[in-house]
T-cell receptor, first 113, second 114 residues
Framework: TQLLEQSPQFLSIQEGENLTVYCNSSSVFSSLQWYRQEPGEGPVLLVTVVTGGEVKKLKRLTFQFGDARKDSSLHITAAQTGDTGLYLCAGARLTGGGNKLTFGTGTQLKVEL | DAGVTQSPTHLIKTRGQQVTLRCSPKSGHDTVSWYQQALGQGPQFIFQYYEEEERQRGNFPDRFSGHQFPNYSSELNVNALLLGDSALYLC?????????????FGPGTRLLVL
């Protein structure tokens, strides 16, 4: 069974602080995606990283894919209350003709004033 | 352009009953995947449908079954409901062309089994 472990599981910070969320696995993935989910809603895609060592930036969010394509990190600079939510990483592997996502355990982020 | 839609939004059932959840994919998408998400956890893959056939399946018992229609919409059926089946059931649609195809999620159906 492929497992994606995220850390930390919970994070409560003040607005303006920086934070990093980690996503680690013993398996190699073809691509890795980061989602954010708010209560009562489905996950919303933030970014997809494909190449080992790849770094992508989305405003205050920076995503990195590990060189071996087994791990990834999400760094948020100057967090805002609107960043509050459940952050999920998901690894994709092309098997049986389709792309199956294996989700991480999730990081619940709360940003307070 | 409508995104992924799911119905119903909420559902309450009792143990032993059967339930059917429905999903309409994003326009132009031909692949539907179903996930189960327990409270505070990441979604778990149930199965994926492409061209009206189950293409992949996760570690879920045969009580979980599905169907895809010619218009690419899909149903998830769960028989003999258990208390542990209480969860948010998510549907995701994509183009079934490769590992880089993004999956777009619907808002989910919240199932409570009493």
């Amino acid at each position: 069974t492929q497992l994606l472990e995220q850390s930390p599981q919970f994070l409560s910070i003040q607005e303006g602080e920086n934070l990093t969320v980690y996503c680690n696995s013993s398996s190699v993935f073809s691509s890795l995606q980061w989602y954010r989910q708010e209560p009562g809603e489905g996950p919303v895609l933030l970014v997809t990283v494909v190449t080992g060592g790849e770094v992508k930036k989305l405003k205050r969010l920076t995503f990195q894919f590990g060189d071996a394509r087994k791990d990834s990190s999400l760094h948020i600079t100057a967090a805002q209350t609107g960043d509050t939510g459940l952050y999920l990483c998901a690894g994709a592997r092309l098997t049986g003709g389709g792309n199956k996502l294996t989700f991480g355990t999730g990081t619940q982020l709360k940003v307070e004033l | 352009d409508a995104g992924v839609t799911q119905s119903p939004t909420h559902l309450i059932k009792t143990r032993g009953q059967q339930v059917t959840l429905r999903c309409s994919p994003k326009s132009g998408h031909d692949t539907v995947s179903w996930y189960q998400q327990a409270l505070g956890q990441g979604p778990q893959f149930i199965f994926q449908y492409y061209e009206e056939e189950e293409r992949q399946r996760g570690n879920f018992p045969d009580r979980f079954s599905g169907h895809q229609f010619p218009n690419y919409s899909s149903e998830l059926n769960v028989n003999a409901l258990l208390l542990g089946d209480s969860a948010l059931y998510l549907c995701a649609s994509s183009l079934g062309r490769g590992y880089q195809e993004t999956q777009y999620f619907g808002p989910g159906t919240r199932l409570l089994v009493l």
